[in-house]
């Protein structure tokens, strides 16, 4: 359907999440995270939510689909569900992430 945001290109757009993923977005405690980018490297492309942003390793919540593909990879089990996220407290910095010529997918 055209202009929803059942591909990662729109979700971008609209900085919406597909209403029909079921399960919450995750989040990354940065006081536990050791940055070592595993997660990063095992989400995805077609959901590509984990960004590098300075010296954080962060996830933008409305492109992540709650699969759970990083969760096992973390050596520190710092990734945790997020099911009262919204939209408003994601910095508004994180959007430049998949739109910079450094979104690593
Ligand atoms: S749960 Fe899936 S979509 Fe979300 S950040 Fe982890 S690997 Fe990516
Ligand atoms: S896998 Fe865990 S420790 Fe490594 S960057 Fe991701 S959240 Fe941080």
Redesign the pocket.
Known sequence: MAGDATNRDERIKRRERNPKWQ?P??YIDMLDCINCDA?LR???PN????FNHGADVV?IPA?????????PVCPVDC?HPHPDWSAADVPTDWWALPLSEHDPY
């Not at 492109?63 to 969760?71: A, N, T």
């Open positions: 399960n977005p995750l997660c095992h989400c995805p959901f590509g939510a984990i996830i492109l992540c689909s709650g699969c759970d593909k990083c969760l990734i």
